[in-house]
């Protein structure tokens, strides 16, 4: 059965550094997909970032990149020079791309909080 | 602007009573999806739908149901046989089965009275 583990309930970082938010999964599918969402306290969940697990690069957008390391089965989010409007939680999802649905399974989050 | 509306985004429900949740989109996507989340834990799926009038249930989908009569359109109903409603639940679509990643409403909180 596929599983996301986000290990870090919580975590602080000083605006203007960068933060590196754990996640690991375990799936014996070759082809699946990575994802992480923001989720501020509105409630609304944000995408950020995909990874697709025969891409060969890291993937980034803006502020925002994922260490993929396939081999550990360990998708990080990084964020770079932090910004107080990134305190939210954070959710890493995982899809199994050669499965015949299309829901993601997700961690159970890790609460991010910037501090000025 | 396209998107996902639910509504409403609070609802308080009493014993023994059926509610629903709507949730519309207007993006043109097949696939809609009910997930339930509550404190400390990770979303979890309660229904999806892949195309109109078909619907599959999810890894928690005792005590509620759903509809799709129409391709904008997956509302939620939560019933009576579900025990501990009190959750936030969002719902989401994707353009089809072959997506990078799901569009998600604002959400609607339901609290039991």
């Known amino acids: 059965a596929q599983k996301i583990t986000q290990t870090q309930p919580g975590m602080f970082v000083q605006e203007k550094e960068a933060v590196t938010l754990d996640c690991t999964y375990d799936?014996?599918?070759?082809?699946?997909?990575l994802f992480w969402y923001k989720q501020p306290s509105s409630g609304e969940m944000i995408f950020l970032i995909y990874?697709?697990?025969?891409?060969?690069q890291n993937a980034t957008e803006g502020r925002y990149s994922l260490n993929f390391q396939k081999a550990r089965k360990s998708a990080n989010l990084v964020i770079s020079a932090s910004q107080l409007g990134d305190s939210a939680m954070y959710f890493c999802?995982?899809?199994?791309?050669?499965?015949?649905?299309?829901?993601?399974?997700f961690g159970t989050g890790t609460l991010l909080a910037v501090q000025p | 602007d396209g998107g996902i509306t639910q509504s409403p985004k609070y609802l308080f429900r009493k014993e023994g009573q059926n509610v629903t949740l709507s949730c519309e989109q207007n993006?043109?996507?097949?696939?809609m999806y009910w997930y339930r989340q509550d404190p400390g834990q990770g979303l979890r799926l309660i229904y999806y739908?892949?195309?109109?009038?078909?619907?599959q249930k999810g890894d928690i989908a005792e005590g509620y149901s759903v509809s799709r009569e129409k391709k904008e359109s997956f509302p939620l109903t939560v019933t009576s046989a579900q025990k501990n409603p009190t959750a936030f639940y969002l719902c989401?679509?994707?353009?089809?089965?072959?997506?990078?990643?799901?569009?998600f409403g604002s959400g609607t909180q339901l609290s039991v009275l």
């Open positions: 989401a679509s994707s353009p089809g089965q072959m997506i990078e990643k799901l569009f």
């Open positions: 799936t014996s599918d070759p082809s699946y997909g």
């Open positions: 990874q697709g697990s025969y891409d060969q």
């Open positions: 999802a995982m899809r199994d791309l050669g499965g015949a649905t299309n829901k993601l399974i």
């Open positions: 993006l043109n996507h097949d696939a």
């Open positions: 739908s892949q195309i109109v009038n078909d619907f």
